[in-house]
């Protein structure tokens, strides 16, 4: 049986009464040092904040016993110090305090605030967003200036070793450099897409990371470990040059088609003029080593004498100051950023080795264009999530080009050592076989001669 119409209205006057004489709650306020209203601070990681608390609306606070407890919502990355702090001097039903925060990783946190009076607790509905960010320190600009300055040195040497006769080869049968394309631009990018959805499918950051990886060109540690590896290093130049230029369309065309699916936010700013500086700081070491080789051929043959030593000291030096210079990262490692790091270089390898078999390439041009497909250029990647993403989102997904960077050179560092053994093994053996008293003889044939 429905209830009369009265009681309907009854109950809905009791609420709005309760409503509008609901007593005024206690409130509270975040301030800074310059004294704005805070809803969001950020600190730097391993810094101290210090932060006013104001709170009004405690003209029922009589006791004098009552405290405040700040609770950072995560203290693993943010501490809070200065508290519990007792509430001893209201004035006008407000009371002024402050306490200090200190980032202790990278991230975001909420700061609550707690107000226990006769061992009850109420929690205010105000809180204080925080930001946990990275400070740029000067060895990261020291690493950023070493590696120009060598790389570049580098490619004075290449240069110098480059033969633009089998340059041209090259282009006039572009076999490999569309092999290493399609590896490169085609197989990459939905190998990361798809391996992010696998193993990263509640995190969007990490997808972006892992996507921004595969669309990047590949780098010019290909052509480095070209040389150390005995592949064909004017079709690895060749290749890194197309790749590098190819990257101005496709980054875009994968970021504005299958990225749109796992980054929906606006527009992305694809950094064209990063990517136009790092072809010019390619192209023009390579045309002083090209000038080298063309006026001052002795100084040249130095430079090709060196070449290998220097690639190898310089893979040594990136992988060494790379993982000094981000050692927080680690902290972040799972065994699913470990997969994606050490996946998405490893099965390009494979592809490209395959695909340039399938193509009946020649041994040092199969090494090169395997090692062209497999390496990418994470600087390009890191700048563009660093671009894309506030922080300190930016900085906590670096860490997947960061783990395919420290994953990359792994098979190749093996490759080389097995390289190296099978030379030592071979030298071995040739010294152990005894050397013929008559190298002209044949079979013991002049031996026969003579006994006639």
Sequence with gaps: MAAPFKYYVLVVCCIFFLLTNKSKAWEVHFQNASNFELATTTVHMDDTNTINLILSGLDDIKDIDAKLHIISSDSGILTVHNQPIVIDDIIEGNFTGQFNISGTFLGTAKVYVNMTQNDVSERANQTLNVIIIRKEKTIDRVFTASIIALVSILYINFGAA??????????????????????????????????????????????????????????????????????????????????????FAMMPIWIFTLGTTIFDRGELLVPYKRIGIMAVGLIVPLIVGLLIQRYLPRVAKLLVRILKTCSSLLIIFIIIFAIFTNLYLFELFTWQIFVAGLGLPWVAYIVGWTAATCFKQKHEDRVAIAIEAGIQNTGISIFILRLALAQPQGDLTTVIPVSVALMTPIPLLFYYIY??????????????????????????????????
């Excluded at 044949?442 to 003579?450: H, M, Q, Y």
């Design 162 to 247: 480059l033969d633009l006769g089998k340059v041209k080869e090259i282009l006039v049968r572009p076999i490999g450099p569309l092999i290493a394309f399609v590896c490169q631009f085609l197989f990459m990018p939905l190998l990361s897409y798809f391996l992010g959805l696998i193993l990263f499918p509640n995190n969007v950051e990490m997808q972006l990371g892992l996507f921004f990886t595969g669309v990047s060109p590949s780098g010019g540690a290909s052509n480095i470990w070209s040389v150390i590896l005995g592949g064909n290093l004017d079709l690895s130049i060749s290749m890194t040059t197309i790749s590098t230029f190819s990257a």
């Design 419 to 452: 390289l190296k053994g099978k030379d030592r093994f071979s030298k071995h053996r040739r010294g152990a076989m005894p050397v013929p008293t008559n190298p002209s003889s044949e079979n013991g044939r002049e031996l026969v001669t003579i006994n006639k």
